[in-house]
């Protein structure tokens, strides 16, 4: 599907349509290895917006699942970091921002998969979102 969803906007608009999103979402959350593969990269193609309520359950996915299912749900999660405005990233009590303090909060995950998903996540996140860097830097999301 994630790559029907690459070669047309004709396409993604009749998947978009059919509300994919929350569908895919179901298998990041109950599928196997591969499903969660799958969905996660279907995901970062479908979601073109970091709206609340997508944030709200990849965060939801995220914290209710066990360490080992977490990586791609971590990496869409950052996908919807990169689309988030500058405000909403930097913003105390937003969506955005409590997702962002949350990716960081993983850092001290025991689980080493996790950790290195999450810390790649984030190294990724910075550099595609210098705008945020200085912003955060002396943020308790960084030094909490």
């Known amino acids: 599907m994630w790559k029907l969803c690459c070669h047309s906007e004709d396409i993604y608009a009749c998947?978009?349509?059919a509300e994919a999103i929350p569908i895919f979402l179901w298998f990041l959350k109950t599928g196997g290895t591969?499903?969660?593969?799958a969905s996660g990269k279907a995901l970062r193609?479908?979601?073109r917006m970091a709206d609340a309520v997508t944030i709200n359950q990849l965060l939801a996915l995220l914290w209710g699942d066990t360490p080992k299912s977490k990586a791609h749900k971590i990496e869409v999660l950052g996908h919807v970091f990169t689309m988030?405005?500058?405000?909403?990233?930097?913003q105390k009590g937003?969506?955005?921002y409590k997702g962002l303090r949350s990716l960081v909060r993983i850092l001290n995950s025991s689980n080493e998969e996790t950790l290195e998903h999450v810390a790649s996540v984030l190294a990724d996140l910075f550099s595609i979102r210098q705008d945020i860097c200085d912003?955060?830097?002396?943020d308790?999301?960084?030094h909490p």
């Open 84 to 90: 988030a405005s500058h405000y909403d990233l930097v």
């Open 15 to 17: 998947v978009e349509s």
């Open 45 to 47: 193609k479908l979601i």
């Open 34 to 37: 591969k499903g969660q593969e």
């Open 135 to 138: 912003s955060l830097a002396t």
């Open 94 to 96: 937003s969506d955005a």
């Open 140 to 142: 308790e999301v960084v």
